[in-house]
């Protein structure tokens, strides 16, 4: 069984089009995150989840809205997608907020954005 | 936010030959891991390993928290050890460097 399931894998759409990816982890984790990694490879965090609810959220645009219905899903919906999106974006787990546990990532959906 | 850099920034070894990567931050952590990014994307967990040493087949780790860095040593590489590998470091959350791409030859 896969630890933390992305999907879609690939993702290839219009800009201006809105898309969502799920991220679905069955660790027992209570913490979630989103991040983005760019053409460079370098890889920043979009958001942190904890046990449903927003604990970090750095300077992304506000067309990006994380939703998690429960804690072991965190999904990462994109209104308007413009040229810029385009990188891969990963999902994560850990098992506490404090991060004294290392990091479980998701194989990332590859964003394209034409 | 903690400054993470990685040295050397691109390694090509011959297979079979030894490296030693580093890892530099800048303030206090309580968490530091290593991660290595395979040809084909996916990231891969190598060590969580905030102080001390800790070693895994041909891959060893040492972190000295005190001191502001880390070190992951990559003993007789293989060809599959090639990609990026990054180290990360929290305090409250993490942290990536820039990686460092190691290509292996045959």
């Known amino acids: 069984d896969t630890a933390v399931s992305q999907t879609p894998k690939y993702l290839v759409t219009q800009m201006g089009n809105d898309k969502s990816i799920k991220c679905e982890q069955n660790l027992g984790h209570d913490t979630m995150y989103w991040y983005k990694q760019d053409s460079k490879k370098f890889l920043k965090i979009m958001f942190s989840y904890n046990n449903k609810e927003l604990i970090i959220n750095e300077t992304v645009p506000n067309r990006f809205s994380p939703k998690s219905p429960d804690k072991a899903h965190l999904n990462l919906h994109i209104n308007s997608l413009e040229l810029g999106d385009s990188a891969v974006y990963f999902c994560?787990?850990?098992?506490?907020?404090?991060?004294?546990?290392?990091?479980?990532f998701g194989s990332g959906t590859r964003l394209t954005v034409v | 936010g903690i400054q993470v850099e990685q040295s050397p920034p691109d390694l090509i070894l011959q297979e079979g030959a030894n490296s030693t990567l580093r890892c530099n931050f800048s303030?206090?952590?309580?968490?530091l891991q290593w991660f290595h990014q395979n040809p084909w994307g996916q990231l891969i967990n190598l060590f969580y390993i905030p102080s001390g040493t800790k070693q895994n087949g041909r891959l060893s780790a040492t972190t000295v928290a005190t001191e502001r860095y880390s070190l992951l040593y990559i003993s007789s590489s293989q060809t599959t050890d090639s990609g990026v590998y990054f180290c990360a470091a929290s305090l409250y959350q993490f942290y990536f460097g820039t990686g460092t791409s190691l290509t292996v030859i045959p």
């Open positions: 994560a787990s850990s098992q506490a907020q404090s991060n004294n546990y290392g990091y479980t």
């Open positions: 303030d206090s952590v309580n968490n």
